[in-house]
């Protein structure tokens, strides 16, 4: 019998996607569940979008294009980042992926050789040190906390550089907690010298404050992006890197082997986001941030603990030690017990232990719901 792989053996899963699978399986047993744990928009694809893609197949534009992606959608990105952030870029920069998990992993698999150490902050988004692990790299993890909203302290980013540091990863806002990295911060983690990756994938979805790309403090950086959460197009699979110069060849040849290229019909779909959607943007970014204000009053007047208020994503991350100190089996027990599917915070790392992960990517009227079933829990428990 052929063995399976060490580094398919030792991957470790996803554990959102146990708990969603575990509430995909009570649904079939006839429970109503109210799904909190998962981060993908509730609101459809905006029309125009939609109507983009069908007017590409009308049209046959349904084969391989560049394999750094379509000119008028790698123009049109650069006229986003010139417009929000004032950087300028090159179309050659931009490298357009199917989502921005291949872009992790054609980036990672440029930067990292076997050995190499890149920064993660703890907690993070689970598939990070994933990623690296696989490539044979170690994540190198920094602790971020509550207190200091989850945020980068630099100079322990700095104590913790060593001569096998290739990447420093950054996520603002962020993927589990929804608080933004201040720029003075990301200034100064862009003069350590090591090489900045930013995760910007929840730009755009920002409430009460600005959002910052590295590029405005550096042009040694690399950003990764999509369409999946802004514009409500997860199923679209549309990504892309923005990358120095010299980085940009060696991704592309490794898009040319692995992937090709983007999809043809969503790439024309991105250009009409870009360009069409900013109207439908804003009326879903309203509607989030409203659900955002009352999910946070909520947890606190249910017992959570939030030092301090997420201003960006749609992700809420309150500490739920006085509960218990086993994540996993406290949100497993709310699914089971309040038919609520929560994130525990172990799937984010060893410093989120003891904390839960709420997401308000779901109506206001089913949040609602939810929560008042924790509620009752709570009070029985």
Not at 45 to 56: Q, Y
Not at 62 to 85: M, N, V, W
Not at 121 to 126: D, E, G, Q, R, W
Not at 207 to 227: C, M, P, Q, R
Request: aromatic share 10%.
């Amino acid at each position: 019998m052929i063995p399976v792989t060490e580094r398919a053996n030792n991957i470790p899963s996803f554990i959102v996607m146990d708990v969603l699978e575990r509430a995909h399986a009570l649904e079939r047993e006839g429970r109503h569940i109210i799904h909190l744990e998962v981060g993908e928009p509730d609101f459809p694809t905006p029309s125009c979008i939609c109507e983009a893609a069908i007017e590409a197949i009308r049209k046959e534009r349904t084969h391989y294009t560049h394999s750094l992606g379509l000119i008028e959608l790698r123009e049109a990105i650069c006229d986003h980042y010139l417009e929000k952030y004032g950087v300028r870029i090159d179309p050659d920069q931009v490298i357009v992926t199917s989502g921005t998990s291949p872009a992790i992993f054609m980036l990672f698999s440029t930067l990292l050789e076997h050995g190499d150490e890149i920064i993660l902050s703890n907690p993070h988004y689970p598939c990070y040190p994933n990623f690296a692990s696989f490539l044979g790299a170690v994540p190198a993890f920094v602790n971020v906390y509550e207190e200091d909203g989850f945020q980068f302290r630099p100079e322990e980013i700095e104590n913790r550089i060593s001569s096998r540091t290739k990447a420093i990863l950054i996520n603002s806002p962020s993927n589990p907690t929804g608080n933004l990295l201040s720029p003075e911060r990301m200034e100064k983690i862009a003069g350590l010298g090591t090489p900045v990756i930013s995760d910007e994938i929840y730009h755009g979805l920002v409430y009460g404050e600005k959002e910052h790309s590295i590029l405005e403090f550096t042009d040694k950086a690399f950003v990764l992006n999509g369409f999946s959460k802004l514009y409500a197009m997860t199923g679209w699979r549309l990504g892309y890197i923005i990358s120095p110069p010299e980085f940009v060849r060696p991704m592309q040849k490794i898009q040319q082997n692995f992937f090709i290229s983007a999809g043809s019909i969503s790439q024309w779909a991105g250009v009409a986001a870009l360009t069409s959607a900013g109207r439908d943007v804003e009326r879903m970014r309203a509607i989030y941030d409203e659900r955002r204000r009352y999910m946070i009053k909520r947890l606190r007047e249910i017992g959570f603990g939030l030092a301090v208020n997420p201003n960006g994503a749609f992700y809420v991350l309150v500490n739920a030690k006085h509960l218990s100190l086993d994540s996993y089996d406290l949100a497993f027990e709310i699914l089971e017990k309040a038919g609520v599917g929560v994130t525990p915070g172990i799937d984010f790392g060893q410093n989120a232990e003891g904390y839960l992960r709420f997401s308000y990517a779901n109506s206001i009227e089913n949040i609602r719901l939810g929560l008042d079933r924790i509620k009752d829990l709570l009070r029985k428990r």
